[in-house]
């Protein structure tokens, strides 16, 4: 599974918009994001669609994003964690 590029990218926009907006999270390149200065969330993509790789502690935790539904799931885990 590689990382996401610019298209997959392109494809999950409203999402990426969503993560900038929570205060703790910068972008340090597109579509990967950190917490303070550990890597929170980034995307990867293979045929079975794209799914972002989450840091839930010191486990990564990967989520599919190809609905609405899973990437609302990401949003509030996102927000939780």
């Known amino acids: ?25 910068h972008e340090k ?6 917490k303070k200065s550990i890597a929170f969330i980034h995307f990867r993509e293979d045929p079975a669609g794209i799914f972002a790789d989450l840091r839930r502690g010191s486990e990564w935790l990967r989520l599919p994003v190809n609905t609405a539904a899973d990437r609302r799931r990401l949003l509030r885990l996102a927000k939780e964690s």
């Open 1 to 25: 599974m590689r990382h996401a590029h610019a298209a997959a990218l392109d494809s999950i926009e409203p999402v990426l918009i969503a993560l900038r907006q929570l205060n703790d999270l």
């Open 29 to 34: 390149k597109r579509g990967v994001f950190y």
